[in-house]
Every structure is written in structure tokens, then in C-alpha cells.
């Protein structure tokens, strides 16, 4: 049986860039002849079709302004499509805007018969729940005081306990878990497992796609208000990351460019106010005499692609495009990895490599490789250099210019530090204290993977 079924809908809405804030200004502008603002018109959702089997938990992601929400909306009757039909079989429990429903100055026992009231519940079915939903929540000190005075963890825990307290047949979430400390955040994911062995049909939207992977059995990429994607979870979060990577490298790319662009010409016009003679500009994040240039840094994956987005484990290639401008006798190529903290990671060359190079001359470049990435999430920042063979002289050095991220694969799981380091568990029973079990438990089995 199908719990929900979208066939060809969209939604529109119709904005107006400035509108009269009261019958006075709407009088003035009468006067003045002024023209009202034009409207425009913004689709939500464009032709969606999708169907979501009863028991099954569909995760919906995408960026912001996707259309997430206003699907959910759809499905929970607040709103009515623009074209094309919504069918939803069974009754719905509904966790969207934080608080949403919630009247500010009635308190939280009265908010919940509201709730009941407008879901169509009587109040004798209310009086039996209602124990459970104030205890589920853990606001029993405060559910005779006005919601207007509860912080969101609050609104988010009794607006949560009514959602699954009455029985849904459909649950929908949107994002709102992320409200609350760790611990209730904790408690609402048992829950939902409980619900899926219930067999209640649940639709979850949440940027959070560790939380989709885990619990959820289909997911939905949204964007511009059309399905990208649909599908098994990790082919469709797959194909969601690896268009998150193409973006966040075409922004970080961009946003260099134009720092350093902006570098360069504030160095330029001091150089002209102080009347100092023409030379390399020197910059916070630049500086060298500039007989050899770093002229563009590459970060490549182990397929050669160009990326900016790197998994824990994967083969992390930095190709350092140069021209040196005359011949260089016997320089030295450095690069460091430092993390967004400030934390200094390393600094190699190719002295300290024992990998020398005679001279460079004219175009080339040189690629600066790790087989295999230690580094833990998080965003990193990278310095390349050329100097002469002790150290001593910069040709051209980019401190800190350049950004990349890493981000975890499924086959790691730790999130503390900087670091992974392979290793591995071994077990000694106690009641065996000279023995070993024999049984090794490796931190990550196998070859980390992409």
C-alpha cells in the first residue's frame, strides 16, 4: 500500500519585493501614483512525482530552498498543490517549523489539547496520552507556564512528544532534531527506530546525512524544486556529495582568485604611495624576488581529477605549477599542511626528501603526493614554496593560500583529532590473564575506501 503519492505537482508562490506596511502608506502611495511592485512568481516544486511505500522512512535532502520543506508541507495538508494531486492514506503526525501550531500565550498543557483539537482528537483522547507526552518531553516543572517563555529546546520536546504520541500512521520531521542537546537528540532517533519497527511511514528532511544513511531505507536529492536523484541511500548521497564537492571547489577557487587579485592590488598601492622602486609585490600571504613563480596550485585525487574535497585514506596529490624565468641551480620545493585551527601539521621539501633537483628553467610542474590521507574531517589550509637549496632565499612563497577539505569515509569511523592512525584492539579475558583470545578488532578493517 502506498502511503503517500505525488503525481506531477508543483507549487507556486507569488512574491512582491515591497508592499504597503499599513492603509496609510497604501493611501500615500495612491496619491503619488505610485506603481505597486511587481510580483514574482517562484516555484517550490516543479512536476514532482514520487510514491512512498507505507512503513518505509524516506530521507529528503538537498540545499537550502530546495523544496524540502514545501513537500512536507504538501503532504501534511498546510498547503495545497498549484497543479497535479496529492494523495496521503493514513493520519499524519506533523514536526516541522519549531513550534509551529504552539500559541505563545497559552502554556504547554493547553497547547497540547490545542494540538489534539486540531488533528482531530477528542479530549478524552488527549486526557489518556497526555502523561506520557509531559513525561516524554521532561518539562513537568513548566507545563503550566506560557510556551512564549520556553527556549527551543523546550518547544522542540513537547512539539516532538505530541508528534509521536498520538499514533501517526505518517510522521514527518523536518530538521528540527538538530534542536536540543545531545542526549534528547539521542532519544528521539530511538524513538524513530521504534516507529520503523512499528512500521510507520516516516519522512525525514535533514542536511545531517550520517542521520539518512543510518535510519533511513530510500532517499530523494531535491534542488530547484525537482528530483535529482532517487533511490538506494548511499548511491543517492554519493552522487549529493560529489555535487557539493564540484561546488564547494568551484567557490573556494574563486574566492582565492579574488583574494589574492585583492592582495596584489592593495600591495600595488602602497608600493605607488611610498614611491618605491618596481618589484615583486609582497603581500601578507605572498613574498619572494620572483625569478621562479608558483604560478597556479592543483589538488588532484588518485583518479587525477581536480578537487578540492578529499576522503580520509584517499591517494591526495598537490601538483605546484611553476616558470622559473632563468635558470635556478639546485632549488628547493616545500609545501605545509596546516589545519583551519592554526595547528601546524607539517612542512616537507625536497631537500629534507633527499630528492634532488639539478636546475629548473622555463615551465614546469611537480607534484607533492600522499598515498594515502591521514587527516581526519575538517578543513585544511596549504603553503607552497620555491627557495634556493639551504633555505635561505624565497623565489616565490604562498603561505596559507590555498583550501581543502576532508571529509570521512564510511569504512573510518573517528571523528576526534587530526589524525588516523592504523591500528588495531586485541582482548585479554581476565579469566585468561597469560593468554590472548586470539581475536584482533582493526580500528578500520581493510583498505580505507572512497
Known amino acids: 500500500m502506498k502511503s503517500v503519492i505525488f503525481d506531477q505537482v508543483s507549487k507556486r508562490f507569488t512574491l512582491r519585493r515591497e508592499r504597503p506596511r499599513s492603509y496609510q502608506e497604501l493611501f500615500l502611495d495612491l496619491l503619488r501614483l505610485k506603481r505597486p511592485a511587481p510580483r514574482e512568481e517562484y516555484w517550490a516544486l516543479r ?65 497540547v489539547y490545542l494540538n489534539g483539537s486540531i488533528l482531530g482528537f477528542s479530549k478524552a483522547k488527549m486526557d489518556r496520552i497526555f502523561d ?109 556529495t560529489s555535487y557539493l564537492h564540484r561546488v564547494e571547489t568551484e567557490a573556494l577557487q574563486k574566492e582565492e582568485a579574488a583574494r589574492q587579485e585583492g592582495a596584489a592590488e592593495k600591495a600595488r598601492k602602497r608600493r605607488e604611495e611610498e614611491t618605491a622602486p618596481a618589484g615583486p609585490e609582497a603581500t601578507p600571504w605572498r613574498w619572494g624576488s620572483r625569478e621562479a613563480e608558483l604560478v597556479s596550485i592543483q589538488f588532484l585525487n588518485g583518479e587525477g581529477e581536480e578537487t578540492r574535497t578529499f576522503h580520509t585514506g584517499e591517494t591526495f596529490i598537490a601538483r605546484l605549477h611553476y616558470m622559473a624565468h632563468q635558470r635556478i641551480e639546485q632549488p628547493m620545493f616545500g609545501v605545509a599542511l596546516y589545519h583551519a585551527g592554526g595547528f601546524h601539521i607539517n612542512g616537507p621539501n625536497t631537500v629534507f626528501s633527499d630528492y634532488p633537483i639539478d636546475f629548473i628553467e622555463g615551465p614546469g610542474y611537480i607534484d607533492y603526493i600522499i598515498p594515502q590521507l591521514p587527516l581526519l574531517a575538517g578543513t585544511y589550509l596549504f603553503s607552497a614554496a620555491i627557495y634556493d637549496h639551504p633555505g635561505q632565499h624565497a623565489y616565490d612563497h604562498h603561505h596559507m593560500a590555498y583550501t581543502f577539505y576532508v571529509v570521512a569515509n ?41
Request: proline share 5%; aromatic share 8%; with cysteine.
Open 47 to 111: 512536476e514532482v512525482s514520487l510514491q512512498i511505500e507505507q512503513g518505509e522512512m524516506v530521507g529528503i535532502i538537498g540545499p537550502n530552498g530546495a523544496g524540502k520543506s514545501t513537500l512536507l508541507k504538501l503532504i501534511a495538508r498546510i498547503l495545497e498543490p498549484t497543479s497535479g494531486t496529492v494523495q496521503v492514506n493514513g493520519q499524519v503526525g506533523a514536526l516541522l517549523e519549531l513550534g509551529a501550531g504552539f500559541h505563545p500565550e497559552l502554556t504547554g498543557r493547553e497547547n
Open 132 to 240: 506520557q507526552v509531559v513525561a516524554f518531553s521532561e518539562i513537568e516543572r513548566f507545563i503550566d507556564v506560557p510556551v512564549k517563555h520556553y527556549s527551543s529546546g523546550m518547544y522542540m520536546r513537547l512539539a516532538f512528544s505530541i508528534a509521536i504520541h498520538i499514533e501517526p500512521d505518517i510522521l514527518l520531521v523536518d530538521e528540527v532534531l538538530a534542536v536540543g542537546d545531545q542526549a534528547f537528540q539521542r532519544r528521539c532517533l530511538d524513538k524513530i527506530h521504534e516507529m520503523k519497527r512499528q512500521g510507520v511511514t516516516i519522512v525525514l528532511v535533514t542536511h545531517a546525512l550520517d542521520t539518512v544513511r543510518e535510519l533511513c531505507h530510500r532517499a530523494i536529492w531535491l534542488d530547484e524544486g525537482q528530483i535529482q536523484a532517487e533511490g538506494p541511500v548511499d548511491r543517492v548521497l554519493e552522487q549529493y
Open 410 to 450: 564510511r569504512r573510518i569511523k573517528e571523528r576526534y583529532g587530526f589524525f588516523y592512525i592504523p591500528s588495531y584492539w586485541r582482548l585479554t579475558p581476565l579469566t585468561s590473564p597469560n593468554h590472548s583470545d586470539g581475536r584482533e578488532f582493526p580500528c578500520s578493517a581493510g583498505q580505507p575506501e572512497r
